[in-house]
């Protein structure tokens, strides 16, 4: 029997940071994982160091269910991002391993292609209102399907969502951003400005906008109703979900879909939001959600009651979720929609993958197991940053969702 001799951890910073888990068998095949959870590397980074690897040695790599069980049953205390971020990098590694033997691509050991390829969202954003424009037009013509759309509001300076170079890249500081936000200035705003993206560009692609959990579930229903004509594919994160009663308020006022989950991690945290039919889209992640075999539990869920898939695709998830959430997205029925975002440069001389964009949609080769390989040599050019998520503050000081 094969068992699983080597498991390292690997934090850098090739263009931000990324935490790769590395699984080797006795037999030589080594899988992938990705624990990157933003501006909290470190603490994931320990959990795999010193809790889950000196579990792993000798394991069987083949009993993927049994290993997930163990890690989550068996560390007493369940759920929270870091400990199902650092299960999701074992699962996933322990999914590439099983394709390389198999020597099938990921996507054919979930039950194969569902569909030719998975349509996604790109980020269109400006600083202002022109801006914005000329990058919705810029994504339009690149041949994107589905554009989501995000801008300052006035007097307040930058905001979540807008780029400032190339990349999107909101964890910028060695110690958190404290960004203004108030709510009456961006319902006042962010609706005009959606209105006139359809108004310039029409209805013949998919608009979405991200909320950014900013707002009260009353103040949701009333942003959700005031863009019911522009059809938006959906209005994300209206409000924070820890609460997920609070979105039964916000349904009851609007026909705007609604997509949640990309910062909860669990079957659970999403239970009530999927079978009460609260939500229309499940955003919940491969490397944050505890990995394919979790993520699939999941998903599984929401096909029973009609919601979709549309996961976290921002750069801060590696290239090796990228890569697994594709294998994932090709196969199941009620696949709606992936983010994507491209990496910079630099990330891209760390991570190797298969991935390619189309016409909006990306698609990956037949190479077995997930089809993505890590530099270590390179990476070892981009030590790790610390770098933190900013932090929202309302204008009479307070601290707000950012
Ligand atoms: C955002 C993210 O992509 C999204 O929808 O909500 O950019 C999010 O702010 C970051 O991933 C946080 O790390
Ligand atoms: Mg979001």
């Known amino acids: 029997m094969s068992t699983i001799e080597r498991a ?7 263009g931000r940071n990324f935490v790769t888990l590395r699984i080797t068998t006795s037999d030589g095949v080594t899988g992938l994982g990705d624990a990157t959870l933003n501006g909290r ?3 994931v980074a320990s959990y795999l160091r010193d809790h889950l690897v000196p579990l792993l040695i000798g394991r069987d790599p083949a009993r993927i269910e049994d290993i997930w069980q163990f890690l989550y049953k068996g560390a007493y205390w ?3 991002p870091v400990t199902m971020t650092a299960i999701a990098a074992v699962d996933v590694a322990l999914w590439d391993i099983k394709g390389k033997v198999a020597g099938l691509p990921v996507y054919q050991l979930l039950g194969g292609r569902s569909r030719d390829g998975v349509m996604v969202y790109s980020h269109a954003s400006g600083t202002d209102v022109p801006s914005l424009l000329d990058d919705v037009a810029k994504f339009r013509d690149q041949g994107y399907q589905a554009i989501r759309a995000q801008t300052g509001v006035p007097g307040l300076g930058g905001s979540y969502g807008v780029r400032k170079g190339e990349v999107y890249e909101p964890a910028n500081g060695s110690l958190p951003d404290e960004q203004p936000w108030s709510t009456e200035a961006y319902l006042d705003f962010a609706p005009t400005y959606l209105r006139e993206v359809r108004e310039k560009f029409g209805y013949g692609f998919h608009l979405l906008h991200d909320v950014h959990h900013r707002l009260t579930p009353i103040e949701a229903a009333r942003f959700g109703k005031s863009v019911e004509d522009l059809r938006l594919f959906w209005m994300e994160d209206p409000t924070p979900a820890e609460n997920q009663e609070a979105f039964r308020l916000i349904r009851r006022h609007t026909t705007t879909p609604i997509a949640t989950g990309e910062i909860l991690n669990s079957i659970w945290d999403v239970k009530d939001l999927i079978t009460e039919q609260l939500i229309d889209y499940v955003r919940t992640t491969v490397v944050h959600a505890g990995g394919i075999t979790h993520l699939r539990r999941i998903f599984d869920l929401a096909a029973l009651y009609q919601v979709r898939t549309g996961s ?5 998830l590696s290239p090796i979720s990228l890569a697994a959430a594709v294998h994932v997205d090709l196969t199941v029925p009620n696949f709606g929609i992936q983010e994507y975002m491209p990496h910079v440069a630099e990330t891209m001389q760390v991570f190797r993958t298969n991935v390619t964009l189309k016409n909006g949609m990306l698609d990956l080769s037949d190479e077995p197991g997930l089809g993505v390989e890590y530099d270590e040599k390179a990476a ?3 030590p790790y940053d610390p770098k933190y998520l900013p932090v929202a503050r309302r204008l009479d000081g307070s601290v707000h969702d950012w």
């Open 78 to 80: 369940r759920r929270g």
């Open 8 to 14: 390292e951890v690997f934090v850098a910073s090739p």
């Open 312 to 316: 976290h695709g921002a750069t801060d």
């Open 41 to 43: 590397e470190l603490a």
């Open 380 to 382: 070892e050019r981009f």
